[in-house]
């Protein structure tokens, strides 16, 4: 391998040399449990959220696997025995949607094939398209123990599903009962509440009177969305509370059209302020409505059917419900029922795959009782067992887990785990987990199994465990022993109750512990309007593209570096453009320290002997040297503190200022001056030497987030093999010895004053190529010797020549400038004219007096500020205080040319 870097980085040739096959090969990121079990090792472990087997990369995945990436690798490289754990989640819904929908495509049902010849389609469906995610996350660098990756419908995962089922049927936790569920019409199947999206509609807010039945000609009057479901009304609620109603508690109401008589009943869950404070109840079209129907033992009527038409008795039987809503509209203000109808905006659950609202259906469904379960899992929580980040995602999950409700686990689909329950002749269940400890129990094997399969939660409720090979309840086994629990989940906070929640219930409930400490809620990505990303916005960029166009480095960086901790995240492709600069910016500094490196060694090996001796002499040291060793390890300090609190984006920007201002623009400025100056051999190559060390430094800061730049740059620091990584070498610690140099001080007093005579030189127009004269003058002794100590640096950063005084005269027509108590003068004859730069700055004066005076003209406009908005008169009042200030600024300069 050369010794320096191609002139041009070129991201391809990088990321295709150090590619997610080449580390995977080496072994480089694979974990063991002897070296914690037996060697002592400090495990650390992250769980990969497995993306469904139908997934494709989005931001969302490069943001979520970018930072478990991150902590993963910083983990690694901090003495731990880190395990990333891999897997792929079956998608129940997503992945039978798909795969029905291919077999339409030659007029095939899953019917026509029955369910064994159906799920071999879904198998090799998988085994062809299923594993394109992962593909696409090895393109991103992820440092997975790909060994390990797991499928949840794996044998392993399936044996643990079934053992869990048995179990908690048997504990009394799972039952089989009719419940209002979330019904897809078009996927024939209950969902989750997190298949469920809920988007804005507008629908008909529908007032219709319901005549008394004792009271001729007297009405009580209720508003709907849903008039389809009049049809199975079974009373009609108020609130206690509400006077309006009082007499009416105890009446009966005829239900228009079906002329069902039902009670006018008091319940609390009625709101007074929606509608006419008067609600119907229909239990089976509403989860409510099921609850008031219980306590007040109503009989439950269903009008609309699985496939969402009616099949009611009155004449609408087989319509649409939609379609049937508009008729029974019509046919309520021909009967004189109806009472006027406004424009209602709500939002509504859509299936999430079918993207069809969602219809309340009622069900014989399995179902987990959650409040056992949750009230552990808050505990846990509360008393700071588990630890979110942020905080506030706490009161979310503490609001959720108080008001939970039982968990419907059972799909009506052929793909995913099939429920373990069978029926006898005479309906009995025999819960088992197989078929012949099913026969052993009931004594007969005349027995079928439930159709239905379970929710695609209910396997990966189980990932902390299933990915570490448990597959029951007394099962143990080293992994386990040495991995569980695991250290940091990261997650979308979208799925705190579907996913994180039901997680620490099984790991509470079947290992007694919590599954993981830290959980790390993402940011939100946004396009640049603050929009969410979507396919049907078409505002989602494919990440796969960026990364082509930017690098995967540049996007990595980038996506973290704009993400703070539970604040959302505007993201444009375009901002890739500043990763990408910023890999440039290492690839060149690099090749510059290496160009040093080959100017003062005779050769790669002889570096190599004296770097791998190298340790920063504090005798051999320049001012400017002590200053960047101590800025080095104040960035580091502040680095790891970042991450202890988990500011990942932080971790990015403290890394960035540091060698981008610290280390580029001018410690390498710095040293190559010093280089320049230097006759001293022996300190020439500690300079060298020194510059290397902080370069190592900042790449092994930068690895975690910029896997495959870093990897590259490090081998060309020494001649290294390529079963060496970067990601396996030590981690740089803060140390306090050179934080507390004063030189770090001092020096920064010499920066002050380049930054300040480079000011100087620019307000007055004093060309590049013109020497000017830079006086200082300090009363202080100490800052004498500096700015003494350091003039060949202040020469050649400044272009001007130095003089350090104690004290003494400005000298006439003389910029000047006062820092920390020390004056800069910069006389001014012979590199300006005078004359014109006079005639430039009155110019420039009467522009900004004129702007003044209308600012203040505007300012002092009553009607202008009685009827505008507080912070247009803010930001006129700022623009105000600009101008004034600048104005000061520009008479103070006249005022020195014409001294």
């Excluded at 694979?30 to 495990?43: H, I, M, N, T």
């Excluded at 795969?99 to 998988?126: A, C, M, N, P, T």
Aim: hydrophobic residues 40%; glycine residues 6%.
């Amino acid at each position: 391998m050369s010794a320096n870097l191609e002139k041009t980085y070129n991201h391809h040739e990088v990321e295709r040399r150090w590619s997610s096959a080449h580390w995977e090969s080496e072994g480089i990121f694979d974990a063991e449990s002897f070296r914690v079990l037996d060697e002592g090792k400090v495990p650390y472990t992250v769980l990969m959220p497995p993306p469904n087997v139908t997934g494709s990369l989005t931001l969302g995945h490069v943001l979520n696997h970018t930072l478990q990436d991150i902590f993963i690798r910083y983990q690694r490289m901090s003495g731990k025995e880190a395990l990333w754990l891999p897997g792929t989640d079956h998608a129940g819904i997503a992945t039978q949607t798909v795969v029905e929908r291919k077999l339409r495509e030659k007029d095939i049902s899953r019917y026509d094939l029955g369910r064994k010849e159906f799920l071999e389609h879904v198998w090799k469906w998988r085994d062809v398209y299923g594993g394109l995610i992962l593909k696409q996350l090895r393109k991103l660098g992820i440092s997975c123990d790909w060994r390990r990756n797991l499928f949840t419908m794996d044998e392993s995962a399936s044996k643990a599903v079934r053992h869990t089922f048995v179990t908690l049927y048997r504990d009394g936790l799972i039952y089989r009962g009719k419940r209002i569920i979330n019904w897809c019409p078009v996927s024939q199947t209950a969902l989750s509440d997190e298949e469920v999206i809920m988007k804005p509609r507008k629908d008909k807010l529908v007032y219709v009177r319901y005549q008394l039945a004792k009271r001729p000609g007297e009405y009580i009057t209720v508003a709907t969305v849903r008039p389809e479901t009049i049809l199975a009304d079974v009373a009609i609620a108020v609130n206690p509370d509400d006077t309006r109603y009082a007499d009416l508690i105890g009446e009966l109401a005829i239900v228009p059209v079906a002329g069902r008589h039902v009670p006018v009943i008091a319940d609390d869950y009625v709101d007074k302020e929606f509608g006419t404070g008067a609600l119907k109840i229909t239990p089976a079209h509403d989860p409510n409505d099921f609850e008031v129907a219980g306590r007040h033992n109503l009989p439950i009527l269903s009008v609309v059917g699985r496939d969402g038409k009616m099949v009611d008795d009155f004449g609408y039987a087989g319509l649409d419900r939609f379609d049937a809503r508009e008729k029974i509209i019509e046919d309520l203000e021909k009967r004189g029922n109806l009472v006027k109808v406004e424009e209602y905006e709500h939002n509504v659950g859509y299936s999430e795959r079918a993207d069809v609202v969602v219809e309340p259906y009622l069900s014989e469904q399995w179902f987990v009782k959650m409040k056992p379960l949750a009230e552990k899992a808050l505990q846990v929580v509360n008393e700071g067992k588990i630890r979110f980040h942020p905080s506030h995602w706490i009161s979310t999950y503490r609001h959720w887990m108080e008001n939970i409700r039982d968990w419907c686990i059972s799909r009506q689909l052929w793909w995913g785990h099939r429920i373990p329950a069978w029926y006898d002749e005479d309906g009995k269940i025999w819960v088992a987990e197989s078929y012949e400890e099913a026969c052993h129990l009931a004594g007969t094997d005349k027995l079928i199994q439930d159709e239905d399969v379970l929710d695609t939660w209910f396997s990966s409720w189980l990932w902390p465990l299933t990915t570490l090979g448990w597959t029951g309840e007394h099962d143990d086994n080293e992994d386990l022993r040495a991995f569980y629990p695991t250290e940091t989940l990261v997650t979308a906070p979208d799925i705190i109750f579907f996913w994180v929640a039901r997680m620490i219930m099984a790991g509470l409930y079947f290992k007694h512990e919590v599954p993981f400490r830290d959980v790390y809620f993402t940011s939100i990505i946004r396009d640049m309007k603050g929009r969410k990303l979507s396919k049907s916005l078409g505002n989602s960029p494919d990440p796969l593209k960026v990364m082509d166009a930017y690098g995967t480095d540049a996007l990595r960086f980038t996506i973290v570096y704009i993400a703070p901790l539970g604040q959302d995240v505007l993201f444009g492709e375009e901002k890739c453009e500043f990763g990408r600069n910023f890999a440039t910016k290492i690839w060149n500094a690099s090749r510059l320290v290496f160009m040093q490196r080959e100017k003062v060694f005779d050769s790669i090996d002889e570096f190599a002997e004296a770097y791998l001796r190298f340790t920063p002499d504090p005798g051999s040291l320049s001012d400017a040297q002590r200053w960047i060793l101590g800025r080095y390890h104040e960035m580091l300090s502040s680095y790891h503190k970042a991450f202890a609190q988990f500011r990942m984006n932080d971790i990015t920007r403290i890394v960035y200022d540091f060698f981008r201002s610290d280390y580029c623009d001018w410690y390498l400025e710095t040293l190559k001056i010093e280089l320049a100056e230097e006759t001293d051999k022996s300190r020439k190559r500690h300079a060298v030497s020194l510059a290397v060390y902080l370069l190592e430094g900042v790449l092994k800061a930068l690895h975690p987030v910029m896997p495959f730049i870093t990897e590259e740059i490090w081998h060309h620091i020494l001649q290294r093999q390529t079963t060496e990584s970067i990601a396996l070498s030590a981690m740089p610690q803060s140390d306090e010895y050179w934080t507390g140099d004063e030189k770090v001080h001092s020096f920064a007093s010499v920066q002050k004053v380049v930054s300040e005579a480079r000011s100087l030189r620019a307000v007055f127009g004093v060309p590049h190529d013109m020497k000017a004269s830079l006086i200082i003058s300090s009363p202080d002794e100490s800052a004498r010797r500096t700015f003494a100590a350091n003039a060949h640096i202040l020469t050649q950063m400044t272009g001007c020549s130095v003089d350090v005084s104690e004290g003494g005269l400005r000298p006439p027509h003389s910029a000047s400038s006062v820092i920390d108590g020390d004056e800069l003068f910069m006389p001014l004859e012979g590199l300006i004219s005078f004359d014109k730069e006079i005639a430039r700055l009155e110019k420039e004066l009467e522009n900004v007096s004129s702007y003044v005076k209308r600012m203040e003209k505007k300012l002092s406009n009553k009607g202008f500020v009685d009827n505008a908005p507080a912070e247009v008169i803010e930001g006129e009042q700022r623009k105000l205080g600009e101008a004034k200030s600048n104005l000061e600024k520009l008479q103070a300069n006249l005022n020195v040319l014409c001294d």
